[in-house]
């Protein structure tokens, strides 16, 4: 999809950056910015600063900054064009796509509707067993004995569907409406009369929500041994198991404070493990991990660790996850497998060995490259020839799906020192084989014919009151039951992430960018002489005012968010987003005093501009007498301009 940069430039013009990141983000007034807590790393003081006049959110602390846009993709997890989509929905503008037809933009937009329709469908149903669980204190007792507290309950909404096979019909008064049908809350029974009923019964309900916390399933499980043990909703619309993960949106910033994702195969695991210290979990859900399952949790951090049961199912279930993550295992990527003792489950494991056990099987999970060759070398004796070359056969299709790259390049080795041959003849025997198996297959169409093998392309009290502060984190301490108030923050044994290096100080010429780029009205106040020596200046950084000014011009001015996205492929946009990124970036302040800022960086510049062309005229004097005189005339015009930047104004 192709979306023209006018539109972007129109769309961050409309929305406001502290009402997007305010939705997330509790935001204080201090000065002329908000501020609050960063949502990217953990912090007790708020470094996190959002700007309304350059429409931009920096932290002091990581270094994470960006405009609308860049807030939902970061925090959200969402990609570009969905987050200019959620945007531009937010302000009722329709996202143009000269590459798409009217009817399909048509079938889009109904499609977009239909989802926001079920989501609400869903969230009311889940309002409703959030509700019905604090009545059923069967439900609750369960939780108890799992040692889950009320207050994570509350954080992942957890609820209780009774028994009976009409509960919903008080929930919604038209109980044969459609769409309770198709968000899978309702079964219609074609073989008796399209009788109607409840698919969820007598179990704790756990919603599952999408990245940006809309309610778009449910899993449910009994409380009994009746089957099956877990219940999840079918298909829909909105719900597709093989790309969704449960508890992504209540894990993504603990994600980010940890550092990494840990990957089980449970609801329970999940909300048990935020209950003992390990906030950072999520789950597949009922599903073999998918390349869209990786993908998605590697938009909010570079490393993944999988956590299995270490039986033969466990086994099973990890050699599907390796395969899902091979393509995203890049160089700058970490991708490891937990394999727990055979009587353990995660959630048994902590409570039996306690959280510092746990951390420490987490850092000694085996590495993806490890498991890789493992994989290969199953059921194979490299002690004799057949089995070595048995081992090249079975890791042929799993090293192909790596990207190119120094983690690809380094197995191929290793794989060859396994089966005893040398890289060359190991990388000529599997392109021989690859050659092979593409003659036996049919020819394809040229957009669905299958990648080169050596280039696979490269592919997330118990209840208050009322709901109102539903899904936030409290942020106090632990507790029992009844009186509990949450899992303490950071309570593992995870060394804090290292914060992101600062910038070094940059000099005059960066400076005067950056302030323009930050209040590009303060290029109405410059003379022909500050744009002149402005755009003098040597490449990227003459381009860059020569860009700014003409954009001044044409467009008047914009915020840093609005340029930032004018600038895409454009050959200063390095240069800009450089100077615009970093703790000293910030340029908030007085107004007069900035431009008073500006105007002494121009008169330094325009002093050593007069320096350089002293030294040109001095080397004409013995030729050109009148050099001397213009000598005279700058050397004037440098004291004054001296005078003046030493004066009290």
């Not at 409406?177 to 399209?194: F, K, Q, R």
Request: aromatic fraction near 8%.
């Amino acid at each position: 999809m192709t979306i023209p940069q006018s539109f972007i430039q129109e769309l961050l013009a409309r929305v406001d950056v502290v009402e997007i990141v305010g939705r997330y983000v509790p935001l204080k007034k201090g000065g002329a910015n908000f501020m609050g807590l960063c949502p990217f790393h953990g912090e007790k003081s708020p470094s996190f600063s959002v700007s309304p006049s350059k429409q931009f959110y920096h932290c002091f602390g990581c270094g994470k900054n960006g405009n609308a846009i860049g807030f939902l993709m970061e925090h959200a997890g969402m990609g570009f064009v969905e987050a200019v989509q959620d945007l531009a929905q937010q302000v009722g503008l329709q996202v143009p796509d000269d590459d798409v037809s009217p009817q399909e933009k048509e079938r889009a937009a109904a499609a977009r509707q239909k989802q926001a329709t079920l989501t609400d469908v869903l969230e009311k149903a889940a309002q409703a067993y959030r509700g019905q669980l604090r009545v059923s204190q069967r439900a609750i007792a369960y939780f108890k004995a799992r040692g889950v507290s009320g207050a994570v309950a509350r954080s992942y909404g957890l609820g209780y569907a009774p028994e009976g096979w009409r509960n919903l019909a008080s929930v919604f008064p038209q109980y044969d409406d459609p769409l309770l049908e198709e968000s899978g809350l309702v079964i219609v029974n074609a073989d008796d009369g399209d009788k109607r009923y409840d698919r969820f019964r007598d179990r704790v309900m756990f919603p599952i929500r999408n990245v940006k916390g809309e309610c778009i399933g449910f899993g449910g499980r009994v409380l009994g041994d009746d089957k099956p043990k877990y219940l999840n909703s079918p298909e829909t619309p909105v719900f597709h198991k093989g790309r969704e993960l449960y508890g992504l949106f209540e894990a993504r910033t603990a994600i980010r404070e940890q550092g990494y994702a840990l990957v089980t195969e449970g609801y329970m695991d999940v909300v048990a493990l935020a209950q003992l210290g390990f906030p950072n979990t999520v789950a597949t859900l009922g599903t073999a991990c998918t390349p869209d399952h990786v993908q998605k949790l590697l938009r909010f951090t570079e490393a993944v660790v999988f956590s299995f049961d270490g039986d033969n199912a466990g086994r099973r279930a990890a050699r599907k996850a390796l395969d899902g993550a091979l393509p995203h295992a890049s160089d700058t990527r970490s991708i490891k497998f937990l394999f727990l003792p055979p009587e353990h489950d995660p959630d048994s494991f902590v409570r039996a060995h306690g959280s510092d056990a746990f951390a420490r099987l987490i850092g000694d999970a085996v590495p993806l490259s490890r498991f890789l060759v493992d994989a290969a070398s199953e059921g194979c004796d490299l002690g004799t020839t057949e089995g070595r070359a048995h081992m090249a056969s079975n890791a042929r299709p799993l090293w192909s799906l790596l990207p190119d790259g120094a983690l690809k390049r380094q197995l191929l080795g290793e794989l060859a020192e396994l089966a005893q041959l040398d890289v060359r003849d190991l990388s000529d025997l599997w392109q021989q084989a690859h050659a092979r198996e593409a003659t036996r297959r049919p020819a394809a169409p040229a957009s669905d014919a299958a990648p080169h093998w050596d280039n696979p392309p490269p592919d997330a009290g118990w209840f208050a009151p009322s709901d109102a502060g539903y899904g936030k984190p409290t942020g106090r301490k632990s507790g029992d039951w009844k009186n509990s108030r949450g899992p303490r923050k950071n309570a593992n044994t995870w060394p804090p992430q290292p914060r992101m290096p600062r910038s070094p100080a940059t000099g005059r010429i960066d400076h005067a960018a950056r302030l323009l780029l930050s209040h590009m009205d303060f290029l109405e106040h410059l003379g022909h002489e500050d744009h002149a020596v402005l755009c003098a200046q040597p490449a990227p950084h003459g381009l860059l005012f020569a860009w700014l000014e003409d954009q001044f011009h044409n467009q008047g001015a914009q915020p840093w968010a609005v340029l930032r996205e004018s600038l895409r492929s454009h050959a200063c946009e390095d240069l800009a987003q450089k100077v615009m990124t970093g703790s000293h970036a910030q340029t908030e302040g007085d107004l007069q005093e900035l431009r008073l800022e500006l105007r002494d960086l121009l008169d330094r510049m325009l002093i050593d501009d007069i320096k350089e062309q002293q030294k040109t005229l001095i080397a004409q004097a013995t030729q050109d007498p009148s050099a001397l005189e213009r000598y005279r005339t700058l050397e004037q015009k440098r004291n004054a301009l001296q005078t003046k930047m030493g004066s009290p104004s």
